[in-house]
């Protein structure tokens, strides 16, 4: 029956019980099991599913892109009623004109030695050779505007370190787009981006689907976004195909237990009766740590000469004992440049730091390394972060040797306390870390961190490299470990709906500044900001928004922190700016009840 | 995913090992590891116990047993000199096995002296940077930029080559190399997310730099300066074939196939057959050093 | 704008380069034991004729004063004189205390200016040896790594690095040339004669050549660009000679610049067995005679050519890949 469809020009690709095998050591395992689909012209479908669900697999075989131990051992692809599988000759004449692909890798998907523009009419030609030269590029550069790259007739002699990674993105788009494919596999293209840039890729690629009528198949890991982007969602699990819906319908009434799983746990922004976040209550008073006034900067040189990268600008916000204060941002905001500020790593140009009342800026190195027994920090990449040489058991006594604490069976007694706190197996103390998943060497991290029993713990994107199970194991280690030894944490973040879940104040940085500082339900409730209006805009969810992206983020891309423009920094995306946000830098003003923003509208 | 967390299991014990033990053996897995190790070990034993056991003294002269061939090789050759004689009758064989050890002393030594001093002056260029690393990668500069054969004979040949003396000038001409390497391998160890956390802990620089730093990056370094050791028992044969080697009568290859070119159209063995013995040397030995240069680089790119 | 700021930068940092070359060899040469004008005089001069003559030189003021006048002439573009060989003909040594032909001495510039053409000869014709034989096995290899050209690569320049260049010389020259008489090998009179030393040159760079491309090559097919290209529609061969190669042949550009003193360090030797009238005759001849002026004139200019050839490297280097920046 399908056949007949394909005829009539209904169809565009339909998979038959595809299956696909990958042979190891003789061994063979089941990756894709009996996958059948439909996908109509101008049609987009997202695909779904969790890491080894096999989508990316499907995404490959798809695009006939498979290599060892991958292989298909059954079933059929009608791409327009012709089978790919019997006959991959054709399959491979396809691929790059007729089936595009995206990945999820823009910064590494060009040649970095050749520029976008060439690279671009280098492979329109390969797929069309009857295209002249002079065609092809006008062709790409009407297309860089169509994904709108500001300035696309310069930037087609760009070179791709020249793009960042949302451009490249785009780039990557027109790149796909430029042979009018009739098909677009994108593998998850909006993973590694910023929510916002994330956003508004979004945005053009539902655009470009009416105005090109590509038919698009959307491979991605969140089911927000998933449903965000497609007109119907299909959930791949082990393998296997276990349900397909439009989104709404998939939101209200999930038929597979899969599904129903993945829906009721993840975290809500607005849901109500979310107030328990802060379960020990800010002691309001004297400040464990005051930031005020800190900026940092660093000189690099390039091509033009040296430059000044302006990392952090005027950061200020305070943290009170038993807090969970947040700070969230985008890439670029100086979060990690913040981080080793607060750690004492480097120090700052200007401002101050206090850590009870002592300047951590100005400590000496040895008052430093005092200091650094009360304020500890965990660090985001659970694979970079442990000597790989070290057994499990000296990493944690390691902090104690250096600052000579205790007999040799003291520590060891120590570390393996620790170890049971943190929910690592006592076996484990005389292994290398090499064999740990992510989350258990972040449970290593905080073991590490917390064993020289200190009173402020800076979370540099630690649960960033977690799943959503990990996650909220994680989080629960945490809020346990908090009521037995009070602790008071720093979250340093850009995920909104883990701040959202644990944090009771935050602070929202753009390009090196506070924004914005306030408290968990005013930031969601009743942001003071425009850029924290965008940003929860932009939030994965599949609650209604309460701020739709379109009213809050115009088209654009945040400056350079070498090249500052003078006024507010968000102005060029701010859709409420007016002629003062051009000239003049607004001030962090108290908008009561400690919350404070930088916005002349909250004046 | 279930069949993947199992796949992982199974391999833990092998992904547990410290890095230099997985480039050792994933080296001494490959075939040609293999074949230069056989070949190492039996040259290396015979030039330690051949003139020992069959008694030769390679010093001594035999003028009536002059310029015999090697074996089947033209008139006049006996089982006494497997290698022939030269040209005051001395074993070639044995003359070659104790200039294999000579050579294999000096290459050693001149190898464990550069990476010694190339890798301390990388440490401290990569792990300080700044200012401390401007002047220390500017004399690395000045130094890589003099070839190194030229400032070795030039010292050599002012002054009295003694074996000391050898090993320090090769030594101290051939550190450059190893100083860049080392350096960039720390600046982007130093970069990493342990070192952050070290420094947070508490930990002193020399600390991370000793305890941290040179375990881990020293092994994949030394592996490769196996090369080195063949590299520079070329050196030191090149100086004794100019004549700024380890001084006559010890026999080492530069000088015995000097004195053999003289004598190149009657006696051609003189100067050719030790060479052949060098040259299965340095084979063996680059084939070691090739094949833990692969491994390390395997390991490396898949970790 | 980029290139003159480069240009200026490099240039000054080649500058103290080859100032700290210079201190460096001029200090060696004068703490090491042995006196050069004993050397120039004869075994046989009158101690005070010895002095005399020092004095005369300057030889005996503080070595910092010593040194200023000579990087004081090195400015100027004057390397000093030799101190044993005449203006023209052969070298004298220490043939005779009252020589008064010692005014008439060669200057170290010429001497230079007249071998390096030949050297540069000499170089080239190696390297281009060297390429035509190293490019193809190492791409190959590159391509298959752990197939049998990735093997041949790894054999075959083992063997290669394993050739002492003096041994191969007198192999080379005893079957080439004295048994077979194809090629010419000991002096020079013609081009004939550069064959055979460059080839032997050639083997002794190839390994490294070789190692480098196996490497790189099999970096840059293992990167995504490069896998993804396919994907794209992009054809095997135009994945491989557009980008494969172009991106891997960074490395091979780094070698040359790193490994230009070994490649003169091999320079001297050969031109010594082949008595090939270049540079490295004469340096070696300069030591064995103790021709302070000039060695030192030499490892001046072998100190300029390696940074000019450094800067030449990486201007290449950021033509192939814009985002490296030196």
């Known amino acids: 029956m399908a056949r007949d469809d394909v005829l009539a020009g209904q169809i565009l690709l339909s998979v038959r019980d595809l299956t696909v095998q990958a042979e190891e050591d003789g061994k063979s395992r089941t990756i894709l099991d009996r996958i059948s689909f439909d996908l109509n012209p101008s049609q987009i479908l997202s695909v779904i599913g969790e890491s080894g669900s096999g989508k990316t697999v499907l995404a490959r075989t798809l695009a006939s892109w498979l290599s060892v131990p991958l292989r298909v051992t059954g079933g059929a692809i009608h791409f327009r009623g012709e089978d790919l599988i019997s006959n991959p000759k054709f399959a491979k004449s396809l691929s790059g004109r007729e089936i595009a692909y995206i990945g999820g890798n823009p910064a590494g998907a060009l040649d970095p030695t050749m520029t976008v523009g060439a690279q671009l009419v280098e492979k329109l030609r390969a797929v069309r050779p009857d295209i002249s030269k002079s065609d092809a590029r006008d062709k790409a550069i009407a297309l860089l505007k169509a994904v709108k790259i500001p300035a696309a007739e310069r930037r087609f002699y760009e070179y791709p370190f020249q793009y960042s990674g949302g451009m490249m993105q785009r780039a990557m788009i027109v790149d796909a787009l430029i042979s009018d494919p009739a098909l677009l596999i994108a593998d998850n293209i909006t993973q590694p981006l910023d929510v916002t840039v994330a956003a508004q890729i979004l945005k053009l690629l539902r655009e470009l689907n009416s105005e090109f009528s590509t038919a698009i198949l959307f491979i991605c890991s969140s089911l927000p976004v998933a449903c965000d982007a497609a007109d119907e969602v299909m959930v791949l699990h082990d393998g296997r195909v276990v349900e397909r819906q439009v989104p709404a319908a998939l939101v209200d009434a999930p038929q597979h237990s899969y599904t129903k799983g993945l829906i009721k746990e993840l975290p809500t922004l607005w849901a109500e009766g979310k107030d328990e976040s802060g379960t020990v209550k800010p002691d309001v008073g004297q400040p464990i740590m005051s930031v005020h006034g800190v900026a940092k900067h660093y000189e690099t040189h390039g091509k033009s000469g040296w430059a000044l990268v302006q990392a952090v600008r005027n950061v200020q916000f305070d943290v009170f004992r038993g807090d969970n204060f947040g700070i969230v941002g985008e890439s670029g905001c100086g979060k990690s440049s913040l981080m080793r500020l607060l750690t004492g790593l480097e120090r700052p140009d200007a401002g101050t730091i206090l850590f009870q009342g002592e300047n951590v800026g100005e400590a000496s190195p040895k008052r430093l390394r005092q200091l650094r027994r009360k304020f500890q920090l965990v660090l985001q990449d659970p694979y970079g972060s442990l000597p790989p040489q070290s057994s499990i058991g000296s990493i944690l006594e390691e902090p104690l040797i250096i600052h000579k604490i205790g007999s040799r069976a003291e520590r060891r007694d120590k570390a393996r306390a620790i170890m049971a706190e943190v929910g690592l197996p006592d076996n484990f103390y005389d292994r290398l870390p090499t064999g740990l998943s992510a989350g258990q060497r972040q449970r290593l991290n905080v073991g590490r961190a917390m064993i020289l029993e200190p009173e402020l713990l800076i979370m540099d994107e630690t649960l960033s490299a977690l799943d959503q199970t990990e996650q909220g194991k994680l989080l629960e280690l945490f809020q346990r470990l908090q009521e037995e030894h009070g602790f008071t944490y720093i979250f340093i973040s850009h995920d909104l709906t883990m701040v959202r879940q644990v944090c009771s104040r935050i602070a929202v940085m753009y390009l090196g500044e506070t924004v914005e500082v306030a408290s968990n339900e005013r930031l969601f409730f009743d942001p003071g900001h425009p850029y924290s209006r965008a940003l929860l805009s932009a939030a994965p969810t599949l609650e209604k928004r309460r701020y739709s992206p379109e009213k809050c983020l115009l088209e654009g891309e945040p400056p350079s922190p070498i090249d500052l423009p003078p006024g507010c920094a968000f102005a060029n995306r701010c859709p409420h700016a007016f002629d003062r946000c051009m000239a003049e830098t607004p001030k962090l003003l108290s908008r009561g009840d400690h919350a404070l923003a930088a916005c002349f509208l909250n004046e | ?303 | 704008m980029f290139i003159v700021r480069f240009l200026i930068r490099r240039l000054l940092q080649g500058a103290l380069i080859v100032f700290l070359v210079s201190a460096l060899i001029f200090t060696l040469l004068r703490v090491v034991p042995g006196d050069p004008v004993r050397l120039m005089a004869g075994g046989m001069a009158p101690e005070a004729l010895i002095e005399e003559i020092a004095q005369e030189m300057g030889l005996r003021d503080p070595i910092y004063q010593q040194f200023a006048r000579y990087m004081g002439g090195v400015i100027q573009g004057d390397l000093g004189q030799s101190f044993v060989r005449p203006a023209n003909g052969a070298a004298v040594g220490g043939a005779s205390f009252d020589d008064s032909t010692r005014a008439a001495r060669a200057e170290v510039w010429d001497l230079i200016a007249q071998t390096v053409p030949m050297t540069l000869q000499l170089a080239l014709l190696s390297m281009i040896f060297a390429l035509v034989i190293a490019v193809p096995i190492g791409v190959m290899g590159g391509l298959r790594p752990g197939k049998w050209p990735d093997r041949l690569a790894l054999y075959l320049s083992s063997v290669f690095i394993s050739l002492p260049n003096f041994w191969l010389g007198i192999v080379l020259a005893l079957l080439l040339s004295v048994k077979l008489n194809l090629l010419p090998a000991i002096g020079y009179e013609g081009f004939a004669y550069t064959i055979l030393p460059a080839l032997v040159l050639a083997v002794e760079i190839a390994p490294f050549i070789i190692r480098t491309l196996t490497v790189s090559v099999a970096n840059v097919m293992g990167q995504n660009f490069i896998d993804i290209a396919a994907v794209r529609g992009l054809t095997r061969n135009q994945i491989i000679f557009r980008h494969a190669l172009k991106n891997s042949a960074i490395p091979l550009l780094n070698l040359l610049g790193v490994q230009f003193s070994m490649l003169l360090g091999g320079v001297l030797v050969i031109e010594f067995i082949f008595d090939y009238p270049g540079l490295g005759r004469l340096t070696i001849n300069a030591v064995m005679q103790r021709d302070f002026p000039l060695i030192q004139g030499i490892a001046i200019v072998t100190a300029a050519a390696f940074v000019l050839i450094n800067i030449v490297v990486d201007l290449c280097a950021t033509a192939i890949d814009p985002r490296l920046d030196y």
């Open chain 2, 1 to 303: 995913m279930s069949n993947l967390n199992t796949a992982l299991d199974f391999s833990q014990p092998k992904r547990e090992r410290k890095v230099a033990a997985r480039i050792w053996s994933q080296a001494f897995a490959s075939i040609e590891f293999k074949i230069g190790m056989v070949v190492f070990i039996a040259l290396l034993a015979l030039a330690i116990f051949y003139p020992w056991v069959s008694g030769v003294d390679p010093l001594k002269m035999n003028i009536r047993g002059k310029l015999a061939p090697p074996l089947f090789m033209g008139e006049g050759w006996t089982w006494a000199n497997p290698l022939g004689t030269d040209q005051l009758g001395r074993d070639m064989l044995a003359r070659s096995l104790v200039g294999l050890r000579y050579s294999l002393l000096i290459g050693v030594s001149t190898t464990v002296l550069m990476v010694s001093v190339g890798a301390l002056i990388g440490l401290f260029a990569g792990y300080f940077g700044g200012r401390v690393d401007t002047v220390l990668m500017r004399l690395t500069d000045a130094q890589l930029s003099i070839p190194m054969i030229i400032l070795a004979i030039t010292i050599l040949g002012v002054s009295r080559p003694t074996i000391p003396s050898i090993i320090i000038v090769l030594g101290l001409a051939g550190w450059p190399v190893y100083a860049r390497i080392m350096r960039s391998t720390v600046m982007s160890e130093r970069k990493k997310e342990f070192v952050r956390g070290a420094q947070v802990l508490g930990a002193t620089d020399w600390r991370i730099m000793f305890t941290l730093i040179v375990p881990l990056v020293l092994p994949p370094i030394a592996f490769v300066a196996v090369l080195d050791i063949a590299r520079m028992m070329i050196f030191e044969s090149v100086l004794g074939f100019l004549g700024l080697g380890v001084q006559p009568p010890t026999p080492t290859f530069g000088n015995i196939i000097a004195d053999g070119r003289k004598y190149l159209i009657n006696a051609w063995w003189i100067a050719t057959m030790p060479g052949v013995f060098l040259v299965l040397t340095l084979t063996s030995i680059n084939l070691m050093g090739a094949s833990l240069e692969r491994a390390r680089n395997a390991i490396y790119g898949g970790a």
